[in-house]
């Protein structure tokens, strides 16, 4: 047997000089312990090897010391490094995060909600991209639940978002102070349900408005899902049919980087002839050629406050939904510099 399997809380405390009880406050992560205290104890900790017993927690709180991340896809940039900031977010707090993919497929996401992954899990964090604001009321609660993204918001559940509108609003506003005046939105894809698009489309046109631009629809590129591949050939499509544009909004990075690639093929310079700004600020903005100008939303701000929400109601918060707003930047790079 390890040692760290034969070091129990007792021997912490007595390694300590304290008792129990603070061993058990520091191993917690319980906020009322004081700096010296905790650090005394994690010194302890650290010397014994000791290892809190999962089984025995289990036992006396009736918890798993686990919550799970249900996203859409685990191979998006946005996704990976949302789950990496949840997971490191959540290690703070003492728990293990259990990753599901739904695919954005409904019958995957109301299971999600249906089962919560009974029993293996104290809590779930879920970005849902198909069900409805009224499908997610409507299911019996149990698990505690915390939502992400734009899709659905009850008011019955916690939801962590960014300001779309304001980010949308604050892009054009930057591409417009560039001299852009025909400026593109990519895009409106097709049986597209999430409420980012409308959103952001919402705070595209209104900087256009505000500017004393005319909107034209003409502009709000139709692509036919939600791959690169698809982005490209709405941009090549918008080219080849004689749509002019001298600046474009893409929803996110992925459709960034095929606007640059469509650009390049038609020998089209980016950022003189056109400025492209992307959304999510992934490692794809950050190693494009050029880089992109990308709305960043503060991705571990978004980690720790659903976290924190989500143990707030596993340890008994039973209020109305809470909807807040993490925050976001315009990271300017070479696809849109500034003046």
């Not at 977010?89 to 293990?96: M, P, S, T, V």
């Not at 474009?248 to 459709?255: G, K």
């Not at 002839?273 to 960043?296: M, R």
Request: charged share 25%; hydrophobic share 45%; aromatic share 4%.
């Amino acid at each position: 047997m390890s040692k760290a399997k034969q070091v129990r809380l007792i021997d912490v405390a007595k390694h300590a000089s304290v008792s129990m009880k603070t061993v058990s406050n520091v191993v917690h992560d319980y906020e009322h312990v004081s700096p010296q205290m905790r650090k005394k104890v994690q010194q302890a900790i650290d010397e014994l090897g000791y290892k809190p017993n999962l089984t025995a927690r289990r036992l006396a709180t009736g918890r798993t010391g686990m919550i799970a991340l249900a996203i859409p896809e685990t191979h998006h940039p946005y996704f990976s490094a949302i789950a990496d900031a949840v997971v490191k977010a959540a290690e703070k707090k003492g728990y293990r995060v259990l990753i599901e993919q739904t695919d954005g497929r409904a019958e995957r996401e109301l299971a999600v909600l249906r089962d919560r992954e009974a029993g293996l899990v104290d809590g779930v964090i879920f970005q849902p991209s198909k069900v409805s604001s009224l499908e997610i009321a409507e299911v019996q609660q149990g698990t505690p639940l915390v939502l992400l993204g734009e899709a659905a918001m009850p008011f019955t559940v916690d939801h962590v978002m960014i300001d779309n509108v304001e980010a949308a609003k604050r892009s054009v506003e930057h591409l417009i102070s560039l001299g852009r005046k025909r400026i593109a939105f990519l895009g409106a894809v097709e049986d597209d349900n999430l409420g980012a698009t409308v959103r952001r489309l919402a705070g595209y046109q209104s900087a256009l408005e505000q500017a004393g631009l005319v909107g034209d629809i003409n502009l709000v590129m139709r692509v036919a899902d939600f791959t690169p591949e698809s982005a490209k050939a709405a941009v090549l499509k918008a080219m080849n049919e004689g749509m002019e544009f001298d600046g474009i909004l893409c929803r996110d990075d992925r459709f960034a980087v095929a606007a640059l690639q469509s650009m390049r093929s038609k020998g089209i310079q980016v950022p003189e002839n056109v400025s492209i700004i992307g959304w999510d600020d992934t490692e794809l903005a950050q190693s494009a050629f050029p880089t992109v100008t990308s709305v960043a939303p503060n991705k571990q701000a978004i980690a720790e406050i659903a976290v924190e929400m989500l143990l707030e109601r596993i340890e008994g918060f039973t209020g109305m939904g809470r909807h807040r707003l993490a925050p976001f930047e315009l990271e300017i790079r070479e696809s849109a510099p500034a003046k």
